[in-house]
T-cell receptor
């Protein structure tokens, strides 16, 4: 089954404790990206990747890092999480940045709480 | 001005009603357009792509007006199961830009 897999689904952590949210897709998609969703603000892009070893900042990259060493994986790293990073996070992928008639495929989301 | 703007609603409609949502975008270089549906706390799922010629999928019709930079979604014969948040998505220069979403509540 074609899918984007995110882990974990839920995470509660403490301020300053490094964490990684994993994202993996099995569709051989070139484009992958991370979003956070907050009430009233909609989905905002954190980072995106056009292909292996090619990453760039989105609209809200502060406090996050990413890497794209393999085509299928695009982990999101929070080196020193803070409470303002409490949010619902989604990973998405597409064959190309423009999307196709199938649009973008999203992971099931990660609900992160930083206390 | 936001890059993609939607009326947040909520739109409260009875079953069987026809409801229309609009979305405006600011970047005239935008290339691709979609409507996504999001149920509470779940991932967005593609509802339909939007083409300049307009497209229809069952009860759903999407239109794109490039000159005026807006996208519309029409839902006919609303069902209870249509209750969700509808996201307008615009692709411009390597990134997706989401509207904040329009809430639809269909009531019996």
């Amino acid at each position: 089954e074609a899918q984007v897999t995110q882990n974990p689904r839920y995470l509660i952590t403490v301020t300053g404790k490094k964490l990684t949210v994993t994202c993996s897709q099995n569709m051989n998609h070139e484009y992958m990206s991370w979003y956070r969703q907050d009430p009233g603000l909609g989905l905002r892009q954190i980072y995106y990747s056009m292909n292996v070893e090619v990453t760039d900042k989105g609209d809200v990259p502060e406090g996050y890092k990413v890497s794209r060493k393999e085509k299928r994986n695009f982990p999101l790293i929070l080196e020193s999480p803070s409470p303002n990073q409490t949010s619902l996070y989604f990973c998405a992928s597409s064959l190309t940045v423009r999307g196709t008639a199938d649009g973008y495929t999203f992971g099931s989301g990660t609900r992160l709480t930083v206390v | 001005r936001k890059e993609v703007e939607q009326d947040p609603g909520p739109f409260n409609v009875p079953e069987g009603a026809t409801v229309a949502f609009n979305c405006t975008y600011s970047n005239s270089a935008s290339q691709s357009f979609f409507w996504y549906r999001q149920d509470c706390r779940k991932e967005p799922k593609l509802l339909m792509s939007v083409y300049s010629s307009g497209n229809e999928d069952g009860r759903f019709t999407a239109q794109l007006n490039r000159a005026s930079q807006y996208i519309s979604l029409l839902i006919r014969d609303s069902k209870l199961s249509d209750s969700a948040t509808y996201l307008c998505v615009v692709i411009a220069v390597n990134k997706l830009v989401f509207g904040a979403g329009t809430i639809l509540r269909v009531k019996s």
